[in-house]
């Protein structure tokens, strides 16, 4: 018994050592996610697009940073930017699901509820049981769905 403690305690120590030799970089990337959503808490769309567009230019694999800045042009209304930074992010993790509800909600904006119900349906399959992302978005289609149907 005391040998699995050992190994155990072992194994701990040692990936934290691994871990904490990636941390600067960690830290850093976090860092500017972090700050990205400060500006966008502060509905500082132009200034989390600045920060995100250098973000995703220096990590170009960030999945997050790309949700992030197709937030931020969303609410700018620069939609075409959006939706490629959407697209990006969902190329780089495909069961990304505030992509999926972002670029969904973009898509509603636009008036594109074919492309809208594809990421619902996405969602679907990725919210094992009903998830956050999921319900704000068919809270949305419903609700543009009847829009469009008065």
Excluded at 66 to 79: A, E, F, I
Aim: charged share 25%.
């Amino acid at each position: 018994m005391r040998l699995h403690a050992f190994f155990a305690a072992l194994l701990l120590l040692g990936s934290q050592a691994v871990l904490a030799a990636d941390e600067p970089e960690v830290a850093t990337a976090d860092a500017e996610l972090t700050q990205a959503r400060q500006l966008i808490g502060q509905k500082d769309w132009a200034g989390a697009a600045t920060l995100l567009a250098g973000y995703t230019r220096s990590k170009p694999n960030s999945a997050d940073g790309y949700n992030l800045l197709g937030y931020s042009y969303r609410h700018l209304q620069r939609y075409d930017e959006s939706l490629a930074a959407y697209t990006q992010a969902l190329k780089l993790d495909p069961k990304h699901r505030g992509a999926h509800e972002y670029i969904g909600e973009a898509y509603l904006q636009l008036g594109r509820l074919d492309k809208a119900k594809e990421h619902l349906d996405a969602l679907d399959r990725l919210c094992f049981f009903s998830c956050e992302e999921y319900r704000d978005l068919k809270r949305a289609y419903e609700a543009a769905r009847q829009a469009r149907a008065n």
